[in-house]
Each structure stands twice: as C-alpha cells, then as structure tokens.
C-alpha cells in the first residue's frame, strides 16, 4: 500500500485566485474601509484616509519582514511599545556569585541522587554512563 506525503506544507493554499485567504481578508478588509470613507465622509479628508489603508491593507497582505509576515512585525512591535523595559547590567561579580549558586545547586542535586543509589562516573563519554546507569537501575528494579 502506498501513501502520499504531503510536500510543501509551509506554502499556503490559494483560494481566491491568486490570493491565500488572509490575503483576501487583508485586501477585502482595506477595500470595505475604503468603500466607508469615499461614501461617508468629505473627498478633502477620505483621500489620505483611502491612501493610507490601501497602502496598509497592501503591506498586511503582501509585504514580508526578515522571510515572516509583515503582522508578526506589528504584533512584536505592539509588545514591545506596552512592555516594561527595565534593563539591568550585572557587573562579574554578580556573575560569578550566580554561577556559584548553580554550582551549590549542582552539588546538592549530585549528593542527593548519591543518596538514593551510589553509579560512578566509568568514563567521560555521558552516552556510555547512561547505558550504565540504566543497566544498573533495570538490576535494582529486578532485585525488589
């Protein structure tokens, strides 16, 4: 039995000729809005209005920023204007007390499984330790 794999799956299907659908949203969208301006207010202030949201609704459907769409920029962008932005320098110091910490972290966490069933260390390569390491534990297990 053969089965078909799908291919090109990053590529969106085109459904409205040759527009995917959240590019038919995006133009459909900016036309409507441009429809309601020309029809409900003055020509001296829906021109710039109709200018603008075409030329917005063109880049949403249209434009990609750094090979991603140009609403993931917005949205990234958005976040990054309603966040905090509190930035804090940690001279060496602050470093070396905090890798100290992890080390102190490391030590209790080496001890207490020391505790539970003593493996040492064979070798340097983690992948042999760990076909040990389990060897040993299956042998416990048995044990109980």
């Known amino acids: 039995?053969?089965?078909?794999?799908?291919q090109?799956?990053?590529?969106?299907?085109?459904?409205?000729?040759?527009?995917t659908?959240?590019?038919?949203?995006y133009v459909a969208g900016g036309l409507g809005a441009c429809y309601l301006f020309w029809k409900i207010l003055p020509?001296?202030?829906?021109?710039?209005?109709?200018i603008g949201t075409a030329a917005f609704a063109a880049v949403l459907a249209f434009f990609?920023?750094?090979?991603?769409?140009f609403i993931a920029a917005l949205e990234h962008g958005f976040y990054f204007l309603i966040r905090s932005k509190l930035y804090l320098w940690r001279n060496d110091e602050s470093g070396r007390e905090r890798v100290a910490t992890k080390k102190q972290l490391l030590d209790s966490q080496r001890s207490q499984e020391k505790s539970l069933v003593h493996i040492p260390n064979l070798s340097d390569s983690k992948l042999h330790d760990l076909a040990w390491s389990l060897d040993i534990k299956e042998r416990i297990a048995d044990v109980e």
């Open 1 to 6: 039995m053969q089965f078909q794999v799908p």
């Open 8 to 19: 090109f799956i990053e590529v969106e299907d085109k459904i409205f000729g040759p527009l």
């Open 21 to 25: 659908f959240k590019q038919f949203v």
């Open 43 to 50: 020509v001296f202030i829906s021109a710039p209005l109709i």
């Open 64 to 69: 990609q920023f750094n090979g991603r769409p």
